[in-house]
């Protein structure tokens, strides 16, 4: 069955410093990557989707991923960190139409 | 376009009641799909539907039931309500690639 890891239920950084929030899946075959992000008390927004047209992703709000195979990982970055970046992020796999979720990682911007 | 509708937003229920959680899309959008949220978990699926008249069990279907009965509308029916179901429900929608979500209900069962 597949299966969805994300390092670190809570990641930390400083405002204008580097966002790593990592995801590795378990499949042998490249399926349909996401990645999702949850503002508190709201819904999911699609940051950004994989679907083996190109190994990095350009999402919204200055956000990419990139999907190394050879790693089984789709690992999401931002080159600086925003106070309005804050919320939950959400990584998951699409497998045969069902959604594979991670358990989320909370990214805490410090001041 | 409204995408994808869910009522309602808040509910609380005692246990054993029944309640029917109400999804209806307006993309045409073949496939429909609920999960609940709890903290640290993630999403799960509970159902999914590839197409009106065709549903099946996800991860965890048990206490909750579904029907398709047209592409717009995939409701989720709570049987007997337990505590364990207090969580937040998500409907979700694609027309085969990428999903679109509601905006949830959020339900607690005492």
């Known amino acids: 069955a597949q299966s969805v890891t994300q390092l670190g239920s809570h990641v930390s950084v400083s405002e204008g410093a580097l966002v790593l929030l990592r995801c590795n899946y378990s499949?042998?075959?490249?399926?349909?990557l996401f990645w999702y992000v949850q503002y508190p008390n709201q819904g999911l927004q699609l940051l950004l989707k994989?679907?083996?047209?190109a190994t990095l992703v350009k999402g919204i709000n200055g956000f990419e991923a990139e999907f190394k195979k050879s790693e089984t990982s789709f690992h999401l970055t931002k080159p600086s960190a925003h106070m309005s970046d804050a919320a939950e992020y959400f990584c998951?796999?699409?497998?045969?139409?069902?959604?594979?979720w991670g358990a989320g990682t909370k990214l805490i911007i410090k001041p | 376009n409204a995408g994808v509708t869910q009522t309602p937003k808040f509910q609380v229920l005692k246990t054993g009641q029944s309640m029917t959680l109400q999804c209806a899309q307006d993309?045409?959008?073949?496939?429909m799909s609920w999960y609940r949220q709890d903290p640290g978990m993630g999403l799960r699926l509970i159902h999914y539907?590839?197409?009106?008249?065709?549903?099946d069990q996800g991860e965890v279907p048990n206490g909750y039931n579904v029907s398709r009965s047209t592409t717009e509308d995939f409701p989720l029916r709570l049987l007997s309500a337990a505590p364990s179901q207090t969580s937040v429900y998500f409907c979700a929608s694609s027309p085969g690639q990428g999903y679109t979500f509601g905006s949830g209900t959020r339900l607690t069962v005492v």
């Open positions: 993309m045409n959008h073949e496939y």
């Open positions: 499949s042998s075959v490249p399926p349909y």
């Open positions: 539907s590839v197409g009106a008249g065709i549903t």
């Open positions: 998951a796999v699409d497998s045969n139409y069902q959604l594979i």
């Open positions: 994989y679907t083996s047209a």
